[in-house]
């Protein structure tokens, strides 16, 4: 996969007792890849506390505060009742040229391990 982006998705629904899901993505470590050969794997940081958050698509003022004050992927989840986040990975074939795109599941709360997976390395920060 060449040209590779990586955008990281969070909603949260219930906020202050809306019933829409409100939906904002965030710049990871990883945003921009160049290149992802076979067999290879990336590292995205969703949260990392070393750089402030940069949005690609802001969340109304009222969250944005909230955010403001979260410390880590955790807190983030845990603004609304129900929240998620999910990464979308889009790259074109290297070979083709055609556009792909793949999709992680939603993440909630309850996902968040630290730790070391079979063929997967999660950084808590």
């Not at 990281?8 to 290149?35: C, H």
């Not at 955010?67 to 290297?94: A, K, M, Q, T």
Request: proline share 6%; with cysteine.
């Amino acid at each position: 996969m060449i040209d590779v982006e990586v955008v990281t998705r969070l909603g949260v629904k219930k906020f202050n007792d809306s019933e829409s899901w409100i939906y904002f993505s965030l710049k990871s470590n990883a945003s921009q890849i160049p290149v992802i050969e076979p067999g290879r794997r990336a590292l995205v940081r969703i949260f990392d506390q070393r750089q402030p958050l940069v949005y690609i698509d802001e969340p109304p003022p009222s969250l944005r505060d909230k955010i403001e004050n979260c410390e880590n992927l955790e807190d983030l989840l845990l603004l609304s009742p129900i929240s998620e986040v999910r990464l979308h990975v889009f790259g074109y074939d290297s070979f083709s040229g055609v556009r792909h795109h793949f999709a992680s599941p939603a993440y909630s709360r309850n996902d968040l391990r630290s730790g070391r997976f079979k063929e997967l390395v999660v950084v808590k920060s």
